[in-house]
């Protein structure tokens, strides 16, 4: 009997001790979730205010600051060079340091990347805006980091974050941010070690922007009959999505080769964006900034040229290989709602439900995050039409290959074979 009391009492210790460190756990990833959404989202609320004031002043108020663009450019990208350091590599630099948690992430981050990408839409730049606010967040995390004197296993954790609450904040999609931190380090698998807290900044970073007043767009909810035929369709489609996503990270680099004889960073960004006003002036401006008419015309089902995807590819292409900051994410959106609106009609679907999967699936393939991306699409779109979004997503993700928009990124599984 006094050996069974014991064992029993040794039964209840080691449950009540397994208890405490799941708690400590839980109480640790929650307050890491805390201490990066909050500031992030703070952040993403400026950024998000003053982009949004900056596109609104050109568009209506100033057009002709387009044709001060190559100029504009020049001082961006001296700025960086001059005085960015280690900041100037932006989110591979993130990524990096998620992996390794070996070098700090320069303070001079965050407001270098927000005012020169503001600027950058003031001038008409084709960029666009998940770069900068996962850059703002990382870089006042990491701060907050090494302030606290973390750990080098905590502040990976942090900085997971940090890229849930930035991506989460600056798009209102809390949900697919924290699958895409979690999803973006590696190709092929999904990371959970810092799970709770990556959902936590997410919601945190989300809740925070919603709280001081910002108001995303509202996008339709779309609703999908699935049947074989359109599972077809929808995977032919995705295969465009696919070598899309892998030609805009071809376009890219190929203009960064292209500039690269030119020895000084600034006078480079001053010619490609050279060719975006010579560009803007023939094709007009549709493709400048983060155009986001255009893919609210192609969600609408409203007429969109049929290059009009190639055209915003091309200018982006530009402006970020020239040097310029901000991201490819929202410019990845645009491009893709103008394929699936291109690609409807000959492939006889409604051109709402392919430009919101093209939407999602051209920057799924990009980024190499398709779990991520099909959940945007739901929290964008709701979830009518989940099945052909994912599998427009997984498609377009197999067809892209392993280059990508972050090159920061580990190979974990391969895509084929």
Not at 123 to 152: C, H, N, P, Y
Not at 197 to 210: E, I, K, L, N, Y
Not at 260 to 269: E, F, Q, S, W
Request: hydrophobic share 55%.
């Amino acid at each position: 009997m006094v050996r069974y009391r014991a064992s029993s009492m040794g039964l209840v210790l080691a449950a009540m001790n397994r208890a405490a460190r799941v708690a400590r756990h839980l109480v640790r990833q929650v307050g890491l979730g805390l201490l990066a959404g909050l500031p992030a989202g703070v952040a993403s609320f400026v950024f998000l205010e003053l982009l949004d004031a900056a596109v609104e002043f050109r568009v209506e108020q100033a057009p002709w600051l387009l044709w001060l663009l190559p100029a504009a450019a020049f001082v961006i990208v001296a700025a960086y060079h001059h005085f960015g350091g280690r900041a100037a590599l932006g989110t591979t630099l993130v990524i990096e340091q998620v992996h390794e948690s070996n070098e700090d992430i320069p303070l001079r981050m965050a407001p270098l990347v927000m005012l020169a990408t503001v600027a950058g839409h003031l001038f008409g730049a084709s960029v666009g805006r998940e770069g900068t606010a996962i850059q703002m967040s990382a870089s006042l995390s990491d701060g907050l980091a090494k302030l606290l004197r973390f750990s080098r296993f905590h502040r990976r954790e942090l900085l997971v974050a940090a890229v849930a609450a930035g991506f989460g904040s600056v798009f209102g999609i809390p949900v697919a941010g924290a699958v895409f931190a979690l999803e973006v380090q590696t190709i092929g698998r999904l990371r959970y070690e810092a799970v709770l807290a990556a959902f936590t900044a997410a919601f945190a970073g989300d809740q925070v922007v919603r709280w001081l007043g910002h108001e995303h767009a509202v996008s339709p909810q779309l609703v999908a009959d699935v049947d074989a035929w359109l599972v077809l369709r929808v995977g032919l489609a995705g295969i465009a999505f696919g070598a899309t996503a892998a030609l805009f990270v071809w376009t890219t680099r190929r203009v960064k080769r292209a500039l690269a004889p030119i020895p000084y960073p600034p006078l480079r960004a001053t010619a490609a964006c050279t060719v975006v006003v010579l560009g803007a002036a023939i094709l007009g401006r549709d493709y400048l900034s983060l155009s986001l008419p255009l893919a609210a015309s192609a969600l609408a089902g409203a007429q969109v040229a049929s290059l009009a995807w190639l055209a915003k590819l091309v200018f982006t292409s530009l402006s970020l290989g020239g040097g310029l900051p901000g991201g490819e994410v929202t410019p990845l959106f645009v491009i893709g709602a103008a394929l699936g609106a291109a690609l409807a009609a000959p492939l006889g679907l409604p051109q709402p439900l392919l430009a919101g999967i093209g939407f999602a699936a051209v920057f799924g393939g990009a980024a190499n995050t398709p779990v991520a991306c099909t959940l945007l699409f739901v929290e964008l779109f709701g979830s009518g039409a989940v099945v052909p979004a994912a599998i427009g997503c997984t498609v377009a993700y197999v067809c892209s290959g392993h280059i990508g928009i972050y090159p920061s990124q580990r190979i974990e599984v391969p895509k084929h074979g």
